[in-house]
């Protein structure tokens, strides 16, 4: 009979930067509003406050577009993942949303003018809303009367958008108030 | 920046402009059908445009159901059915509305360029 010899559990450690870290707990909180909004009932699909999209838009502005990027999508694969709708319509609908607004941040933030959390917000609950709207009509409900909700779930995007980017320019200025003072 | 900009009221002027545009867009004028089409338990499905004015009669489980297309709009003017339900359905003009004689097994239905299916459950 073979005896089992102790051996050393192998070490893995994987080198992190400050910049995975920083993605991780970002990506942590975004997680955690995503999943407590989910569970707030909805009158229509779609119409969500999107307040994890506060998270994303003080990435952006204080980490930049990489960082943004990042944290928005773990959020939508990590979100759904632990809600139990990976892969579902409801993934693909939010991952697309997600990928739109990343993409309307990156362009943006390289315009030659500035925006506030406002400005950017707004803009990224359009985009969300949008590319979410146009795959729901591709993929999952391909009738006409899908356009009847458009202008309801923009109005929902815009209320949203800029209550958000209120929301995330007071965090903003309290993270630059903490960092001035330290 | 942590003030609202110049960008900022750009952006949010558009966006709330672009909002009665929208409603006036898809719940003004709501898209107009494009065919109709005609469904019986007796005869073949029957497509024809909603722009041509015509009066057909449909052979049904309990007789002649007639049907009317004028000004863009179709209705049943009659139906050898009891509750006559179909014709008081009256007229349709929308994409997706339907009337129907179940008695008789006539439906007639108004549908879009597009239409495939109503939608995809999982």
Known sequence: MTSFRYTEPMKLSIQTTREDQ????????????HIAESALPSPIPGVKPGLANIITIICLMQYGWRCAAWVATLRVLVGSILIGTFLSPSFALSMSGAIASIIVLGLASRLPIEFSAIGYSLLAAMAHMTAQFFVAYKL??????????????????????????????????????????? | ??????????????????????????????????????????????????????????????????IEIKDRQVRFIDSPCKGKQCIMTGWLNKDGQLAACLPNGVTVQIIGRDHRFDAVNF
């Open chain 1, 140 to 182: 999952f409900i391909p009738h006409q009367g899908l356009f009847h909700l458009l202008p309801i779930l923009i109005t929902v995007a815009v209320v949203f958008g800029i209550g958000s980017g209120i929301i995330a320019n007071h965090i903003l200025k309290k993270i630059r108030e903490q960092q001035i003072e330290s």
């Open chain 2, 1 to 66: 920046m942590t003030r609202t900009t110049l960008a900022d009221k750009i952006v949010v002027t558009l966006a709330v402009l672009l909002l009665p545009f929208l409603y006036i867009e898809f719940w003004g004028n709501s898209s107009q059908g494009e065919v109709v089409q005609i469904r019986s338990a007796n005869s073949e499905t029957i497509t024809l445009p909603l722009d041509q004015d015509k009066q057909l009669k449909i052979a049904g489980a309990l007789g002649i159901s007639t």
């Open chain 1, 22 to 33: 920083r993605i991780a707990w970002l990506a942590a909180l975004a997680i955690t509003i």
